[in-house]
Nanobody, 120 residues
Framework: QVQLVESGGGLVQPGGSLNLSCSASGFSLNDYTIGWLRQAPGKKREAVSCISKSDESEDFVDSVKGRFTVSRDNAKSTVSLQMDSLKPEDSSVYYC?????????????WGQGTQVSVSS
């Protein structure tokens, strides 16, 4: 079965950290540019970060720059989103998406999402 799975979400206090992981079954993430997106209730979906399949170049939305890092482990075919100094406004459902071409095209695969809650 071909699917994309996120893990690592949870409840954390402000200033805390979480590491989200995106893994695939039925295909290899190494062949895809991976995007991380988030959507909070009542808000539009927001692109948070991405890492390319070719040169592993990265990008981040301004609100998370300096706090989030993204990396990929091609041996394990996983992509991680390390989130530090978390803020309540980071609370959202986080999704990873796999793009075989570029980020402007619809992703080939979506994960089911993992909930991140930042609260004291």
């Amino acid at each position: 079965q071909v699917q994309l799975v996120e893990s690592g979400g949870g409840l954390v206090q402000p200033g805390g950290s979480l590491n989200l992981s995106c893994s695939a079954s039925g295909f290899s993430l190494n062949d895809y540019t991976i995007g991380w997106l988030r959507q909070a209730p009542g808000k539009k979906r927001e692109a948070v970060s991405c890492i390319s399949k070719s040169d592993e170049s990265e990008d981040f939305v301004d609100s998370v720059k300096g706090r989030f890092t993204v990396s990929r482990d091609n041996a394990k075919s996983t992509v991680s989103l390390q989130m530090d100094s978390l803020k309540p406004e980071d609370s959202s459902v986080y999704y990873c998406a796999a793009h075989s071409t570029d980020l402007n095209a619809d992703p080939d695969y979506w994960g089911q999402g993992t909930q991140v809650s930042v609260s004291s």
